[in-house]
C-alpha cells in the first residue's frame, strides 16, 4: 500500500519533495533491475553474444548511483526552493 500524505500534496512543501523523489528513486532502481535482470537472462538462456549488455548494465548503475547522491546529497530540501532562471 502506497504511503498516506496527511495534507495536499504541494511540490513547495520540503517533506513531499523529499517523499517524492525517494519513490522516484525506487522506481528508477525497480526499472533497472527488472530490465537489466531480463537481459542477463535472455543473454544466458540462449548464450548470446551482447557484448554491449555490461556496458548497459555499468552505464545504468553510474546512473542509478548518480541519483541517489543527488537525492542524499545535493537536493535542497528547505522551505524555499531556489527557482531557476
Do not use: Q
Not at 500534496?9 to 520540503?14: E, H, M, V, Y
Not at 530490465?35 to 556496458?55: A, D, M, Q, R
Not at 542524499?72 to 530540501?77: D, F, G, R, T, V
Amino acid at each position: 500500500m502506497p504511503p498516506r500524505w496527511p495534507r495536499e500534496p504541494d511540490r513547495k512543501d520540503p517533506d513531499y519533495r523529499k517523499i517524492d523523489d525517494r519513490m522516484n528513486f525506487a522506481i528508477h532502481v525497480a526499472i533497472a533491475a527488472c530490465i537489466n535482470s531480463g537481459l542477463w537472462f535472455f543473454h544466458n538462456l540462449k548464450g548470446t553474444t551482447w557484448e554491449w549488455l555490461p556496458w548497459l548494465t555499468v552505464s545504468w548503475i553510474v546512473l542509478v548511483l548518480a541519483h541517489l547522491i543527488y537525492i542524499a546529497a545535493i537536493a535542497n530540501y528547505s522551505e524555499t526552493p531556489t527557482k531557476s532562471t
